[in-house]
């Protein structure tokens, strides 16, 4: 799966909608970015093909629903950070083969996502890499996430395909069997840690 970053180098992408996008993102990918490698895992329950977890240093704390089954190499994640658990975020992780000497985002790629036979969603999906991460990102550009997560928790597969210029596009296949559950719990951590009224 390791050469989806080297085939990508070429694409490029110059829209002002794509921009401003990727400004609006920016905060929520360096906080998912960090997850990967810094953060302490606690509270970890299993759900079917899913699992949910936190993921905490010091006094900051981020709740994640994870599907770890499909693929040896990738997850597929939602996330959310306490105090705002009403802006999640999906992001996809691959283990690559070797650390990363770098921080840098390797390009905006078209992207199609489904669930089970529901509609197509066309969307972008931003590939990262993180110096000493032996992980490479995608964050999805996603305008009804909840609507997303509705339909993770009735479906049973999500569905990915990344294109590739002239190349033949990459596809992934996820399982949903567990997904109801996890995000259901990742939401309910998520909210009960904020503040106290």
């Known amino acids: 799966m390791s050469q989806i970053v080297t085939a990508t180098r070429t694409l490029h992408f110059h829209s002002p909608s794509l921009v401003a996008m990727a400004m609006a993102i920016a905060l929520m990918v360096a906080t998912s970015m960090a997850n990967a490698t810094t953060f302490n895992t606690n509270d970890e329950a299993t759900h079917d093909h ?5 993921l905490s240093l010091g006094g900051e704390r981020h709740y994640r629903a ?10 597929l994640s939602l996330n959310a950070t306490s105090g705002v658990c009403d802006l999640p975020w ?12 770098e921080s840098r985002t390797v390009n905006l790629v078209p992207t199609r996502l489904r669930i089970d036979e529901r509609p197509v969603i066309d969307t972008m999906a931003e590939f990262i890499t993180e110096r000493g991460d032996d992980g490479f990102y995608a964050h999805f550009y996603l305008g009804d996430l909840d609507s997303l997560m509705a ?7 999500l569905f990915l395909g990344f294109d590739q210029e002239e190349r033949e596009p990459w596809y992934m296949t996820f399982s ?3 997904a109801d559950a996890a995000i259901n719990r990742m939401l309910t951590q998520c909210e009960s840690s904020g503040p106290k009224v």
């Open 50 to 54: 899913w699992q949910s977890m936190t």
């Open 66 to 75: 994870v599907e770890t089954h499909s693929y040896s190499d990738a997850t």
């Open 90 to 101: 999906l992001e996809m992780r691959v283990t690559l083969e070797q650390q990363q000497g």
């Open 151 to 157: 339909d993770m928790r009735q479906g049973e597969q």
């Open 176 to 178: 949903l069997k567990g």
